[in-house]
T-cell receptor, first 112, second 113 residues
């Protein structure tokens, strides 16, 4: 079955610097790759997603890149701000009624 | 705009007790899900439903049951609670399936002692 590995588990960056979180997946049939942000005491919230027919997607300070050959995808946050501190999860899915597998999460700390 | 509402927010159960975690959504989404989140382990899908009257197992269904009698409600039943079921439970919904955005509730923190 699908396996999603996420690194690092914890990341600390200075405010204003960039943060990169990486995920790898095992099932080449996976075609949907969302990223969720979870703030303390809240449920996860989708921040960006990418499908397998696209190599990169941007939304303001957030971008996701996908390398289907290597089976990895990454989240890039530029100009980090204190409100970016949270736990981030990547995930992979093969289809509408198929399972979605989440990575174990990355706790991002933005240092003042 | 309520979205996905879960009750209760916190609960302590004794081993062997049973309880139902409630979940309701007001977005008219066909798909609903139950996840559990253990520290450092990400989210694991317990059960999901593609519409009223239809449910299916996820990754970790053992020890749980669900029903979907209406589009809005998707309760999760724990029978004979065990310490291994101590976790944070999230209900979520989406309009079109597991490969689209899911909207999560605030979670239920369950401790089994």
């Amino acid at each position: 079955g699908e396996n999603v590995e996420q690194h690092p588990s914890t990341l600390s960056v200075q405010e204003g610097d960039s943060a990169v979180i990486k995920c790898t997946y095992s099932d080449s049939a996976s075609n949907y790759f969302p990223w969720y942000k979870q703030e303390l005491g809240k449920g996860p919230q989708l921040i960006i997603d990418i499908r397998s027919n696209v190599g990169e997607k941007k939304d303001q300070r957030i971008a996701v890149t996908l390398n289907k050959t290597a089976k990895h995808f990454s989240l890039h946050i530029t100009e980090t701000q204190p409100e970016d501190s949270a736990v981030y999860f990547c995930a992979a899915s093969r289809g509408r009624d198929d399972k979605i597998i989440f990575g174990k999460g990355t706790r991002l700390h933005i240092l003042p | 705009n309520a979205g996905v509402t879960q009750t209760p927010k916190f609960r302590i159960l004794k081993i062997g007790q049973s309880m139902t975690l409630q979940c309701t959504q007001d977005m008219n989404h066909n798909y609903m899900y139950w996840y559990r989140q253990d520290p450092g382990m990400g989210l694991k899908l317990i059960y999901y439903s593609v519409g009223a009257g239809i449910t299916d197992k996820g990754e970790v269904p053992n020890g749980y049951n669900v029903s979907r009698s209406t589009t809005e409600d998707f309760p999760l039943r724990l029978e004979l609670a065990a310490p291994s079921q101590t976790s944070v439970y999230f209900c979520a919904s989406s309009p079109k399936g597991l490969n689209t955005e899911a909207f999560f509730g605030q979670g239920t923190r369950l401790t089994v002692v």
